[in-house]
């Protein structure tokens, strides 16, 4: 089976545009995070979704916004793009969330990630 | 407002020796994560670990929970040059998933 796929690998734009990325979750996984990781930090939690709908949010602007179309898969966009946002951007899919105890853990498996470079 | 700290952020050991990193974090959670990442690499989930007083092993690497202390640790035992990476842990709570800063583990031959 095909891990997480992330689309483009690379991104290099300007300030003050727009992008958008894409994510393919695990074939049966319902849920996809989003993350950003900027040069020698951990992770920081963006969104999550579980079944198109978003489950958890984390201290981001409102220029990042996501969604999670009927397959699962996912766009991650960010608006007015600022240096700052220059990062590695993850995409992890799990086959459920966090809250679901029955399923003995929330393991994320992530993808390869897109680099995006803002100058 | 959850926090996850790790320790140390850079360890350089030689093959052969064992070392602990820790990581506390600063609110509830019954469940903890430890991650693995290699330079530009993405990341490679370790183990979950889903209640107090829980231990999982795999190769050289072992980790534990205490919900109480709100502490987990990462063992490595007789490192070897190819556990050389970043690790990560990370708590999650009202469906947030927040990490620790990470620590770059390099092991020397």
């Known amino acids: 089976d095909a891990g997480v796929t992330q689309s483009p690998t690379h991104l290099i734009k300007t300030r003050g545009q727009h992008v958008t990325l894409r994510c393919s979750p695990i074939s049966g996984h319902k849920s996809v995070s989003w993350y950003q990781q900027v040069l020698g930090q951990g992770p920081q939690f963006i969104f999550q979704y579980y079944e198109k709908e978003e489950r958890g949010r984390g201290n981001f602007p409102d220029r990042f916004s996501a969604r999670q179309f009927p397959n699962y898969s996912s766009e991650l966009n960010v608006n007015a793009l600022l240096l700052g946002d220059s990062a590695l951007y993850l995409c992890?899919?799990?086959?459920?969330?966090?809250?679901?105890?029955?399923?003995?853990?929330?393991?994320?498996?992530f993808g390869p990630g897109t680099r995006l470079t803002v100058t | 407002e959850l926090k996850v700290e790790q320790n140390p952020l850079f360890l350089s050991m030689q093959e052969g020796k064992n070392y602990t990193i820790y990581c506390n974090y600063s609110t509830t959670s019954d469940r903890l994560y430890w991650y693995r990442q290699d330079p530009g690499k993405s990341l490679e989930s370790l183990f979950v670990l889903l209640s107090n007083g829980a231990v999982k092993q795999e190769g050289r690497l072992m980790a534990s929970l205490d919900t109480k202390a709100r502490l987990s640790t990462l063992h490595i035992t007789a490192a070897v040059h190819d556990l050389s990476a970043t690790y990560f842990c990370?708590?999650?709570?009202?469906?947030?998933?927040?990490f620790g800063k990470g620590t770059r583990l390099h092991i020397l031959p």
């Open positions: 990370a708590v999650d709570r009202d469906d947030k998933i927040i």
């Open positions: 992890a899919s799990s086959p459920s969330t966090p809250r679901d105890l029955a399923s003995g853990g929330y393991e994320q498996y």
